[in-house]
C-alpha cells in the first residue's frame, strides 16, 4: 500500500472480538425482549470475561426475528478508538450487513437497538440518524456515571427529540443484571475511558 506523502491515515478498520460469532450463534433463540436484552448483556459480559473491553454490548434486531442482524461490544481501549462504543459498533455493523447508512427503509423491516447500558450522548445521536425504530435500554445512566464513564450532555428532551422522531424507547429492562456486569468490571479495575 502506499504511504500517502501528508502521512495521514486514510483508513480505519472496526473488528469484533473474535470470540463474538460463536457466543453469539451458541446463542438461544431470542423469542422475546427479555432474550434480545440477555444476548446484549451477555456480550457486555464477555467482553469483560475475555479482556477484550468495556462492559456494554448490544444487539440490532429486526423486529421479531430471532437472531441478531448485528452485535457491538465496546472497542475503545481494543481498537484505540474513543467512539467505538457497543451501539456505534453494532449500528455501523448492522448498516454494513444491510448495505445502507440507513436501517430505515420503505417496505424492509424495522430496526431495534437492544443496548445494555443507557446510551451516552454520542450513541443517542447516533441510534437517530442510525434509522432504528426502537431502542431498548438496561442499566442506567446512574451506573455508567457510578463507575466514572462520562455519558454527556443527554437530556430529557434529548428523548423526547428521539421519541417526536418516531423511535419508541423503552428503560430498565434486566437492569440489574447489566449493572452487575458493569460492578465486575470496576472490581476488576477495568480502564475507565472519557476520550
Ligand atoms: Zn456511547
Do not use: K
Not at 463507575?147 to 419508541?168: H, N
Amino acid at each position: 500500500m502506499n504511504q500517502p506523502s501528508s502521512g495521514i491515515a486514510t483508513a480505519v478498520a472496526v473488528t469484533l472480538p473474535e470470540w463474538v460469532p460463536g457466543v453469539v450463534d451458541g446463542f438461544p433463540a431470542c423469542t422475546n425482549d427479555t432474550g434480545r436484552m440477555r444476548l446484549a448483556i451477555t456480550l457486555a459480559r464477555e467482553n469483560v470475561e475475555r479482556g477484550s473491553g468495556g462492559p456494554f454490548g448490544a444487539a440490532i434486531f429486526a423486529r421479531g426475528a430471532p437472531r441478531p442482524l448485528a452485535v457491538g461490544v465496546n472497542c475503545v481501549e481494543r481498537l484505540r478508538n474513543a467512539v467505538l462504543h457497543a451501539e456505534i459498533v453494532a449500528l455501523m455493523l448492522a448498516e454494513a450487513r444491510l448495505g445502507s447508512y440507513t436501517l430505515r427503509t420503505p417496505g424492509a423491516p424495522e430496526y431495534e437497538l437492544f443496548t445494555s447500558c443507557t446510551p451516552c450522548a454520542m450513541c443517542l445521536g447516533a441510534a437517530l440518524w442510525s434509522g432504528v425504530r426502537r431502542m431498548v435500554c438496561a442499566a442506567g445512566r446512574e451506573d455508567a456515571m457510578a463507575l466514572g464513564f462520562d455519558e454527556g450532555p443527554v437530556f430529557p428532551e434529548s428523548w423526547r427529540y428521539l421519541q417526536a422522531q418516531g423511535i419508541d424507547l423503552e428503560h430498565g429492562l434486566l437492569a440489574a443484571a447489566a449493572a452487575e456486569v458493569m460492578r465486575r468490571y470496576r472490581e476488576d479495575n477495568g480502564l475507565v475511558y472519557n476520550g
